[in-house]
């Protein structure tokens, strides 16, 4: 591995990545590695480090984790927020290093499920609404159950949900959201790391 | 951090609430409806009233998980969800995982950063809404544990030491401040088995996400998911369990869903059942089998109907 | 001079008020030695041995108590506490209680010592340990004791096959414990995986680090022989879960040197918990006129690092943690305020 030139580094990354302010105390962090004892990714993708990811940022290296096929793989299960002694909110800083990586055109293919998705839930007030034949389904067990076919929701309550994915930027953004120029994200943390299969 | 983190029930629900506002779930009433049902049956014995407003819409938290939109769509449909229950002058019971933690999280932001709540505000007074940051945002397993004691004395049909394995989910415990139990390691859901006349099974694994992380299950399943599906069913299998709780519809279709696509790509059969800890608590509690809706699982309950001596009812299972 | 009539009172007999009180008797002062426990020597009296040297803690503390015996100027008082203290002009009136009994005394002193050292946080809070719920999982104070009862050969405990010493338990954390740390404990795990490697050599011990703190005289040499040539193994991270399994408990942490998660497999679990104030050390400021900070540490005057208020000192632990040789430097800092204070008083003064 070549030796990495420390003025490479970039100024002020941190708050280039905290543009939320939902993570103000990533300095506190200590290396203490709890966080990835306790990640249920680590354990089967050692390369997916939350620790080093930190390290990262606040040290301004802005290469390797946005490009990369770990920032990905992170379970949003908060194990790691859990545990940590200086109460550091992980993911929310992981969310925010997945919009840079959009921003750049990396890892549209994991968002992508999720356009469809929440275009959909924009029509229906709910999220994960199956195709045709899932909705039948549902609609049968619920009535089996004696209550309404579909769950509840109001015309209103659809009208105004859409109106606020309008109003708030979403639809349009979603709308948007291609992976036309996607460019390909890869393992960037396994260099000089120890992988036992 | 000055906040108390674990606090004792009575400290959390003070007076037992004569009526709840009932957060509705998207996958709660979609992928399993007989979740919902469950709540309704159990809280009508221990005589709470339940309020539910079609108005009310997803949570919208989980755009925050999968990174597909920036927070202040989800900011704003929060404000507006809990601006609706704030108008009934209720405390917000949700029952999904997913849901406490996206409203806690999202609330959490908006009272600490004014600019925020303003910004959430400011859109949704265009529908004739404000969020005032007043209602409490609680999970119905508060209230089950809350009233341990209440649903004790009312078990009709206690399950017979059956071997259960909680499955805590992430979301509650995550939030670390403010709620019923270390994440470090939780008892409470174990207590309530107890008291139902389960047998709670300690397996190595309790405490693993169910992996499904309203993102992962979709674009990682086979990559990352599955592998550590099979570490936690293989450790409650071990342990013999022979049902396994949640109280999270999104961890239910994690890990009921999943089960047969590992016994396909593991050759090892679990047949582990996964229900609702209310829909553990109803079948002590008497409440017919066909009102709780299992033919929506994957994984049958046949044998545990069988075990624990119940009706089926006249739906098909 | 006339005999000298200044009484002084310590409060708290373990290494810092024996000093503090031996240095008051000798100098010809009277002194009350006040000691909640039967017998004096508070943590000292616990400890199996010391570092950086290896020496003999019983050694120490029998030179103390054979000192204390030949000094008839100090009074020591046993199995007593303080229960309330008023000051008068320039004295203190003290109420003292049996803690069995309710054997009761009234003193008036002239000045007071306050040494009543520390406790250990409770480790349960971290349930992620399980401290409190498996039984093999110990604080450090409670090893050393296993120690003591191993060294003395009478046990009938099986050894440990191997042996995870955890740091930083409940220091250095802002989430569920105190910010601080704790100072001696990287110290005194180095001493305590050494010596149950010298016990038990086939035993495997790990300790598992964020940093090894070794600001002292010889304990940088004392850490590295532990690791050099009693071959502890020091795994740096600091553990995020113990689950039990088959009768073991499996530790899980990142080896954050390698940037691995690892899991190890041992018998037992040493936690070494942050080192707090004795419990009533707050209340006990108050009485005499002293402050504590938010911690319930002692707090000190500006430019006297052992001066608490108006004829008010402390020393030791209930300061800030404080390995043995700073107890005694501590207690006989103290006793030097007092003695002074006590021969200005002669003089004309204060």
Redo the contacts between chains.
């Keep these: 591995m070549p030796r990495e030139k420390y003025k490479d580094k970039i100024e002020g990354l941190y708050k280039q990545v905290d543009t ?3 993570v103000e105390n990533l300095e506190t962090c200590l290396a203490c590695g709890k966080c990835v004892g306790n990640c ?2 680590a354990s ?2 050692p390369s997916y480090n939350p620790r080093q990811i930190i390290s990262d940022v606040l040290s301004g290296d802005g290469d390797r984790w946005l490009d990369s096929e770990e920032i ?8 790691c ?3 940590c002694p200086n ?1 550091i909110q992980f993911p929310l800083l992981m ?1 925010q290093l ?2 840079r990586a ?1 921003e750049n055109n990396y890892g549209l ?3 992508m ?3 469809r ?2 275009l959909r ?1 924009r029509e229906d ?6 195709s045709e034949k899932g909705r039948e389904k ?1 609609k049968r ?2 009535s ?4 309404s076919p579909w ?4 015309d ?3 009208a ?2 859409k ?3 309008d ?4 639809t349009e ?2 709308n948007n ?1 291609s992976d036309e120029s996607e460019k390909p994200v890869t393992f960037k943390y396994t260099e000089g790391r120890i992988i036992s299969e | ?1 000055n906040e108390q ?1 674990v606090v004792a029930p009575e400290e959390l629900i003070p007076e037992v609430p004569e009526s709840i506002f009932l957060f ?1 779930s ?2 709660g ?3 399993y ?2 979740t ?2 469950a709540i309704k049956e159990v809280m009508n014995k221990l005589g709470v009233n339940i309020v ?1 407003d ?5 949570c ?1 938290g ?12 989800s900011l ?2 929060t404000a ?1 969800n809990l601006a609706i229950v704030e108008k009934q002058n209720l405390d917000t019971y949700v029952f999904c995982n997913g849901c406490y ?1 996206y409203n806690r999280e999202l609330t959490h ?1 908006m009272k600490h ?1 004014p600019a925020y709540m303003q910004m959430a505000n400011d ?2 007074a ?2 004739g809404y404000k969020y005032e940051g007043k209602t409490e945002i609680h999970h119905v397993q508060e209230l089950w544990y809350r009233l341990k004691d209440e649903i004790a004395a009312k078990v009709v049909k206690p399950l017979q030491g059956l071997k259960v394995g909680v499955h805590y989910g ?2 509650y ?2 939030q ?1 401040y403010h709620i019923l139990d ?5 008892t409470f859901h174990e207590d309530i088995i107890e008291a139902i006349g389960g047998t709670p099974v300690f397996y ?1 694994e309790r405490q ?2 169910c ?1 499904y ?4 299950g ?3 399943k086979e ?2 998911v599955q ?2 599906l099979y570490k936690k069913f293989k450790s409650a299998k071990e342990a013999g369990v022979e049902l396994m709780t949640t109280t999270c519809p999104g961890c239910n279709v994690g890990l009921d869903r999943e089960q047969p696509n590992l016994a396909k790509r593991y050759a090892e059969e679990f047949n582990i059942p996964v229900i609702d800890l209310s829909q553990l608590i109803s079948i002590a509690l008497g409440v017919p089998v ?2 709780l ?1 299992f ?2 699982n994957t994984v049958p309950l046949d044998g545990i109907i069988n075990r624990l001596g119940l009706e089926r009812g006249e ?1 098909s299972l | 001079m006339n005999d000298k009539v200044e009484t002084a009172l310590v409060v708290g007999g373990g290494l810092a008020g024996m000093e503090a009180a031996l240095k008051i008797g000798q100098a010809g002062y009277k002194v009350v030695l006040v000691e909640k426990q039967p017998v004096l020597g508070g943590v000292l009296g616990q400890l199996y041995s010391s570092f950086p040297r290896w020496e003999d803690p019983q050694a120490l503390l029998n030179n103390k108590l054979e000192q204390i015996k030949q000094c008839p100027q100090i009074m020591v008082l046993t199995g007593m506490l303080v229960a309330a203290a008023r000051r008068e002009a320039n004295v203190y009136c003290v109420d003292l209680q049996g803690t069995n009994q309710g054997d009761k005394r009234q003193i008036k002193v002239d000045a007071a010592v306050l040494a009543t050292g520390f406790e250990l946080f409770d480790a349960s ?6 401290y409190g ?1 498996y039984p093999n999982v110990v604080n450090s104070l409670e090893f050393e004791a296993k120690l003591k009862e191993w060294g003395s050969g009478h046990s009938q405990q099986l050894p440990p096959q191997s042996v995870a010493f955890f740091k930083c338990v409940g220091s250095r954390d ?3 414990g105190k910010p601080y740390c704790s100072k001696i404990c990287c110290m005194y795990t180095a001493k305590q995986a050494g010596i149950v490697k010298d016990m038990f050599p086939e035993a495997k011990a790990y300790v598992f680090y964020m940093d090894y703190r070794a600001a002292g005289k010889d304990y940088e040499e004392f850490t590295r022989s532990v690791i050099e040539t009693k071959h502890v193994r020091y795994v740096r991270g600091r553990p995020s ?1 113990v ?3 088959n009768g073991k408990l ?1 530790v899980r942490a990142e080896d954050t040197l390698m940037g691995v998660p690892i899991e190890v497999e041992v018998d037992m679990i040493v936690l070494a918990a942050a080192i707090i104030p004795s419990a009533g050390t707050k209340e006990l400021a108050l009485m005499f006129g002293a402050v504590t900070d938010e911690y319930g540490f002692l707090e000190h005057e500006i430019f006297n690092p052992v001066k608490a208020g108006d004829r008010v000192f402390f020393a030791g632990a209930c300061g800030f943690a404080v390995e043995t040789q700073g107890a005694q430097y501590q207690g006989a800092a103290a006793a030097a305020e007092v003695i002074g204070l006590f021969n200005r008083v002669e003089q004309g003064g204060d």
Aim: aromatic share 12%; glycine share 8%; proline share 7%.
């Design positions: 939320y302010n939902l249920p990714v089967l993708n990905w793989r992170c379970f949003w299960c908060a194990g927020a859990t545990v109460d969310m997945r919009y959009v293919k994991y968002i499920p999720f356009k998705f929440a839930a007030g709910l999220t994960f609404a199956p549902i067990y619920r089996n159950l004696g209550v769950p509840e929701i109001s209103r309550a659809k105004e949900y109106e606020l994915f109003l708030t930027g979403a953004y979603l959201t | 951090m983190r509705r998207c996958t009433s979609m992928e409806p007989g919902e049902n539910m079609p108005d009310q819409t997803c919208s989980y755009l925050l998980t999968c990174s597909a939109y920036k927070p202040e769509v704003a449909v507006r933690g932001i950063n859109v949704i265009k529908q992430c979301h415990l995550a670390q270390d994440g470090g390691y939780p190595k693993l996400c992996g992380s309203v993102g992962r979709i674009t990682h990559a990352t592998p550590h066909r009102k809706g033919e929506a739906s | 809070v971290y349930g992620e340990y399980g719920i802002r989430s569920k879960k689950l039990p399994e499996i």
